[in-house]
């Protein structure tokens, strides 16, 4: 997949959550905010999985990185 293909849905659908419209709102409403200076994959509502395949996308800055980004911004 291509970055430009990346959106929001497709990342909750890749870390094996819900992707529907209403399903992502509610992930966000309930885990925001992070905590202060806490980084995304560093949250502990991920599983293990999660948090790995989260960090190493963003530490490598790859093609998730962009969508990442933004849903670190929704949870701020």
């Known amino acids: 997949m291509q970055a ?13 959550l819900p992707a ?9 409403a ?3 905010p992070l905590e202060s200076g806490v980084a995304l994959y560093r949250a502990t ?10 960090k190493e996308e963003i530490i490598e800055d790859a093609d ?7 849903l670190n911004g929704r949870l701020s």
């Open 45 to 54: 509502f991920w599983s293990a999985a999660q948090r790995d395949f989260l």
């Open 4 to 16: 430009g293909q990346h959106t929001l849905s497709n990342l909750f659908a890749q870390l094996g």
């Open 20 to 28: 529907d419209q209403a399903a992502m709102d509610e992930f966000i």
């Open 30 to 32: 309930s885990h925001r």
């Open 64 to 70: 998730w990185a962009g969508v990442i980004d933004d």
